[in-house]
């Protein structure tokens, strides 16, 4: 059955348009894109940083997943966003993939905090 929730093929193509894309946008300071299993497949971190950001990405997940499957209806989660003073991380799971994006978080607002 063919839907507006088929999910694309995540081809190498794909992978490789989206790591482009998000390096162009203002701010984007590293871009991991892992596979279903949590191997990183393009970044632009070094390796070591890369194993170390997937690896602690998937305990963050199945702790943030198990919270969420307590909600009432349970639910799943489709992007995380976590900002602190410096960095804002955006994490976008699906069936294929794993995009987790770190930015600068130094804008307008945060600058009006700084004394």
Not at 30 to 56: F, W, Y
Not at 65 to 92: C, S
């Amino acid at each position: 059955m063919q839907g507006s929730d088929a999910q694309p093929k995540r081809t190498q193509s794909y992978v490789n348009e989206a790591y482009r894309l998000l390096l162009e946008k203002p701010g984007v300071e590293e871009v991991l894109i892992m596979n279903h299993s949590g191997v990183p497949v393009k970044t632009s971190m070094s390796r070591q940083d890369a194993l170390q950001h997937a690896c602690l990405y998937d305990n963050f997940r199945e702790k943030t997943q198990a919270f969420l499957q307590k909600l009432e209806p349970p639910q799943t989660l489709t992007m995380l966003r976590v900002r602190t003073k410096l960095h804002e991380v955006l994490i976008t799971p699906d069936a294929k993939i794993t995009i987790l994006v770190v930015q600068n978080a130094k804008d307008a607002y945060m600058k009006s905090l700084d004394p």
